[in-house]
């Protein structure tokens, strides 16, 4: 039973599907933030020319105000067109990290949409399983992650500023342009670098969050039972409702026992009812059939009302066997079933129906 309660087995579908809508995925946040960081450096690698053209041709614009007598009105306006500017400036950059976000969510775990993230849940304000998470296995991973991550940054980053500290005292002979050129080359050096790092990190973070997430999800026998069993139906009950379903077939069969020419038999075993409606049917058809018990009960209606019980050992099995209930007899019994038709109707003194 210990084994049975043991989260062991790998999630089943449906439980991975249950816990998808509920907005449990596996998400690293690393890995969202390094495709930010990725598509924010390039934007601006191919942007900032001409952002800073349009800083320039801004500054220049506000130069022409200098000896300006502004009004109300004047601040007002330009007011707007700063506000307008700016967001003209930023709105690219913005639109470009916004799905750049969208886009490291959706890499992981497809497109998914749910409120139920935003219920509150009052069990997360127990103290107890706080101080429990507070000292799990994840967030002592977080931490250590956090801790290198910085650590190894930092050494980097100081390793190549060290390397540029001679280029400084050559800097200040440089025209202003130059300077700012040099610095935007070094920066561009230095995210690059971090972005290295950081896909480093971001690659471990996202293959732990996965191994974590099956992890979290994983499953006891019991339960993979217990899912089975309410997904498929209870085996008792559906035992149950099988033998009512047959009964019920067995009473509407019983019923076109009385409508049969014939019931062949083998005698003991088997009991099949035989009909033939001329200009409606194109052979001999099966009404109605069973084995033991039921054999008994068609043979006893079939003596009530009058219907001829003729014993044909291998014609009564194959009919069984080969013909379902409301089935034209096959063309290879025609022979053998016209023969105990022709007999029924010479004895009864009457023709087909």
Do not use: C
Not at 251 to 264: G, H, I, N, S
């Amino acid at each position: 039973m210990a084994d049975e309660q043991e989260k062991t087995e790998e999630a089943t579908p449906k439980k991975l599907e249950e816990a998808r809508k509920e907005g449990n995925v596996p998400k690293s946040q690393d890995l969202s933030n390094i495709v930010t960081l990725i598509v924010g450096v390039v934007v601006l690698t191919f942007y900032l020319k001409f952002a800073l053209h349009k800083m320039m041709a801004f500054y220049v614009y506000f130069l022409s105000f200098i000896s300006h007598q502004f009004s109300i009105n004047d601040i007002i306006s330009l007011f707007i067109k700063t506000i307008f500017e700016v967001f003209l400036l930023l709105a690219p950059i913005a639109l470009a990290i916004m799905l750049a976000g969208v886009l490291g969510n959706v890499a992981q775990f497809g497109f998914l949409f749910t409120t139920k993230v935003l219920i509150p849940k009052f069990s997360k304000l127990n103290p107890i399983s706080g101080l429990k998470n507070l000292f799990s296995t994840k967030k002592l991973f977080e931490g250590t992650k956090i801790i290198l991550k910085v650590g190894i940054a930092f050494l980097v980053g100081f390793n190549l500023f060290l390397s540029w500290l001679i280029e400084i005292p050559k800097l200040e002979l440089f025209p202003l342009m130059d300077q700012i050129k040099w610095l935007m080359d070094k920066a561009f050096i230095l995210a690059w670098t971090m972005i290295g790092v950081f896909v480093v990190f971001a690659a471990i973070d996202f293959a732990y969050q996965r191994y974590s997430y099956k992890k979290s999800l994983r499953m006891s026998k019991q339960e993979i039972k217990d899912e089975m069993k309410n997904s498929e139906g209870n085996p008792e009950i559906k035992a149950k409702i099988r033998q009512i379903q047959m009964k019920m077939a067995s009473q509407r069969m019983l019923q076109d026992v009385p409508k049969a020419d014939v019931v062949v038999t083998n005698p003991t075993h088997y009991a099949v009812a035989l009909r033939y409606v001329q200009g409606e049917d194109n052979a001999p058809k099966v009404i109605a059939k069973g084995v033991d018990h039921l054999a008994q009960k068609i043979k006893e209606i079939a003596r009530e009302n009058d219907i001829m019980v003729i014993e044909n050992k291998p014609l009564a099995r194959q009919l069984y066997a080969d013909v379902e209930i409301g089935e034209e007899i096959p063309q290879k019994l025609y022979k053998a079933v016209i023969e105990v038709l022709a007999y029924v109707y010479k004895v009864k003194g009457k023709k087909p129906n």
